[in-house]
Nanobody, 124 residues
Framework: QVQLVESGGGLVQAGGSLRLSCAAS????????MGWFRQAPEKERDFVAC????????TYADSVKGRFTISSDNAKNTVYLQMNSLKSGDTAVYYC?????????????????WGQGTQVTVSS
């Protein structure tokens, strides 16, 4: 099993920045790709970004390209999501997830492990 704990959410004004962290523990060697998803009230859980633990390759949703950056610190088993130029539409609960598959994984069902989520609220 893999445990994921997110942190770093909060309230920020439009145009501001936040950095989310996701600390992984347990059988982290069973995950190959780490992703960030978000879910706004009464909406589906949407893909934001993912990164390969070993490859470092990244993929982003079109809505966040150029504003968000995903990165990882393998020594700390931690994944980050730097969010800049935040908009009110970015308001959501952000979830960290781990996939046992390699490659680019953008669908929730491709991820076996999930954190509890952290709230990000962007005020306009």
């Amino acid at each position: 099993q893999v445990q994921l704990v997110e942190s770093g959410g909060g309230l920020v004004q439009a145009g501001g920045s936040l950095r989310l962290s996701c600390a992984a523990s347990g059988r982290t060697d069973s995950t190959y790709v780490m992703g960030w998803f978000r879910q706004a009230p009464e909406k589906e859980r949407d893909f934001v970004a993912c990164i390969g633990w070993n490859s470092g390759r990244t993929t982003y949703a079109d809505s966040v390209k150029g504003r968000f950056t995903i990165s990882s610190d393998n020594a700390k088993n931690t994944v980050y999501l730097q969010m800049n130029s935040l908009k009110s539409g970015d308001t959501a609960v952000y979830y960290c997830a781990g996939s046992r598959y390699t490659g680019y994984r953008t669908q929730p069902y491709e991820y076996a492990y999930w954190g509890q989520g952290t709230q990000v609220t962007v005020s306009s």
